[in-house]
């Protein structure tokens, strides 16, 4: 599976947009971007993932360049809940495959 | 609720002693995760299941540890003569067999040896 880079921490004021960038730039043609998140002392937390259009749920939204070789997850709205750990992993998923993280990006949304 | 489920969530043991952890998976999946985690680190892949096969073991799973799903439906985790190098949150995914499969994880066992 592709190698994923994410900035280790960032900072974002309650209500505002959390904006989570993460590079792939050896990503395959059938590789999927996932997004999980774990609060702590919790299990990881499936939030979204794409291949190469944009995608948005009642979580979040997410924005794949047109390369695919970089994405963006956008938390809208950012609440003091959303404080986590964000992954970003690569990998495909016809096959029964483990996902493998990364050290992801500690986001703390403050008030 | 019909999330995946862990028992115990936390145990302490000393060294030496054996332990095993249970995995419940969503209702139907066929695929079984499990997965380590030691502090400050991402989640690691031991090994996964379909079904009752046990199909990839990482070399993280040493001879120490064993995983079953004896009929396809809940896992054990079983850690032989533990080592204090074994303490870790011990997480628990399960997922639909599909070309889009997605893990969904439990709460984790976390274990501390001493």
């Known amino acids: 599976d592709a190698k994923t880079t994410q900035p280790p921490s960032m900072d974002c004021a309650e209500g505002r947009a959390a904006n989570l960038p993460c590079n792939h730039s050896?990503?395959?043609?059938?590789?999927?971007v996932y997004w999980y998140r774990q609060i702590h002392s919790q299990g990881p937390q499936y939030i979204i993932h794409g291949l190469k259009n944009n995608e948005t749920n009642e979580m979040a939204s997410l924005i794949i360049t047109e390369d695919r070789k970089s994405s963006t997850l956008i938390l809208p709205h950012a609440t003091l809940r959303d404080t986590a750990v964000y992954y970003c992993?690569?990998?495909?998923?016809?096959?029964?495959?483990?996902?493998?993280f990364g050290a992801g990006t500690i986001l703390r949304v403050k008030s | 609720d019909t999330g995946v489920s862990q028992d115990p969530r936390h145990k302490i043991t000393k060294r030496g002693q054996n332990v095993t952890f249970r995995c419940d998976p969503i209702?139907?999946?066929?695929?079984l995760y499990w997965y380590r985690q030691t502090l400050g680190q991402g989640p690691e892949f031991l090994t996964y299941f379909q079904n009752e096969a046990q199909l990839e073991k990482s070399r993280l799973l040493s001879d120490r540890f064993s995983a079953e799903r004896p009929k396809g439906s809940f896992s054990t985790l079983e850690i032989q003569r533990t080592e204090q190098g074994d303490s870790a949150m011990y997480l628990c995914?399960?997922?639909?067999?599909?070309?889009?499969?997605?893990?969904?994880f439990g709460p984790g066992t976390r274990l501390l040896v001493l």
């Open positions: 209702s139907e999946h066929n695929r």
């Open positions: 050896t990503i395959s043609g059938n590789e999927y």
């Open positions: 992993i690569v990998r495909v998923t016809e096959y029964g495959n483990k996902l493998v």
């Open positions: 995914a399960s997922a639909l067999r599909g070309a889009l499969e997605t893990q969904y």
